[in-house]
């Protein structure tokens, strides 16, 4: 049977925290990256896109794909649009 639909959970990592060690500092950190993320995608009216953390693990972005409609591109364009809003932090 096909996928009905696909669920995506992942971090973006940006630059400032990227090759770092994993300590609470760190995590602390990461945490606040994809609510400022998502906060810049709604002020900019590109996409909306949700987060939560889960038990232990900080906030993490969490894509939910339920239409046959979206394409490889649609994806590419989220993940660009992250990237390009996250790059400062």
């Known amino acids: 049977m ?11 990592i940006p630059p400032s925290l990227r090759g770092r060690e994993e ?7 990461l945490g606040k990256v994809a ?6 995608m709604m002020r900019r009216g590109s996409l909306l896109v949700g987060y939560q953390p ?11 794909v339920t239409s046959p409609a979206v394409t490889r591109r649609d994806l590419e364009f989220l993940l660009d649009e992250i990237q390009e809003l996250g790059q400062d932090l």
Request: glycine share 6%.
């Open 2 to 12: 096909e996928p009905e639909f696909i669920n995506v959970c992942f971090w973006f």
């Open 23 to 29: 300590s609470p500092e760190f995590w602390e950190k």
């Open 35 to 40: 609510p400022a993320i998502k906060e810049r």
């Open 54 to 64: 889960q038990g232990s693990r900080v906030n993490f972005f969490r894509g939910v």
